[in-house]
């Protein structure tokens, strides 16, 4: 079975501050990740994703994620935030590519940006 | 391109009610998701379809639950009858399957269901 720990249920960082997004996962086959968004009164909007290859995944809106297979992590980051950035963010392990399986979701992370 | 359209965007009804939400995938997806959101639970995978085919089920909570995909560009998750504990956002998800690639799944806006 897969599950995914997302620690901190909400961030809170200064306008320009470093973003970074803690996500740990666990599944017993070579796992693809996911990082979504998801706005007020929206849907999930991907941000990147790690299927194979190299392990550092550029994503939109400047984010990025590394994966690290020794860690079990996938956490995501972004150099400087935005007050746009203020969102939920959802990390998501898949046994495929995510298009023909479910996806299995952290809890979500409510990033705030401070002024 | 069209993105997956949910409807109802709201819906509120009292408890017994039989409630049918609606999908249309994006055209050309094989894959079809319907997720619910709670704040207890956060994102459950309740069922999933390929080219129309119930794949895996075992997420539909219990026997009120029910979900079909008639065609390719139409699904429904029915809930009958209707109870509080259902208030959640349900979402449908669609994409292209393995065999065209590593394809992210694409949500609706969901639907924000309330039970009285």
């Known amino acids: 079975a897969q599950s995914v720990t997302q620690l901190g249920s909400h961030v809170s960082v200064s306008e320009g501050a470093l973003v970074l997004l803690r996500c740990n996962y666990s599944s017993s086959v070579p796992p693809y990740l996911f990082w979504y968004v998801q706005y007020p009164n929206q849907g999930l909007q991907l941000l990147l994703k790690?299927?194979?290859?190299?392990?550092l995944v550029k994503g939109i809106n400047g984010f990025e994620a590394e994966f690290k297979k020794s860690e079990t992590s996938f956490h995501l980051t972004k150099p400087s935030a935005h007050m746009s950035d203020a969102a939920e963010y959802f990390c998501?392990?898949?046994?495929?590519?995510?298009?023909?399986?479910?996806?299995?979701f952290g809890k979500g992370t409510h990033l705030i940006i401070q002024p | 391109d069209a993105g997956v359209i949910q409807s109802p965007r709201h819906e509120v009804t009292e408890m017994g009610q039989e409630v049918t939400l609606r999908c249309k995938p994006i055209s050309g997806h094989d894959y079809l998701f319907w997720y619910r959101q709670t704040m207890m639970r956060g994102l459950e995978l309740l069922i999933y379809?390929?080219?129309?085919?119930?794949?895996?089920d075992s997420g539909m909570p219990e026997d009120r639950f029910s979900a079909k995909m008639p065609n390719a560009s139409f699904s429904t998750l029915k809930i009958q009858p209707s109870e509080p504990r259902d208030s959640a956002v349900y979402f449908c998800a669609s994409s292209l399957g393995s065999r065209r690639g590593n394809q992210p799944q694409h949500f609706g806006d969901g639907t924000r269901l309330s039970i009285l």
């Open positions: 379809f390929n080219n129309n085919v119930p794949i895996d």
């Open positions: 790690y299927t194979t290859g190299a392990t």
């Open positions: 998501a392990v898949s046994n495929s590519g995510g298009g023909a399986d479910g996806l299995t």
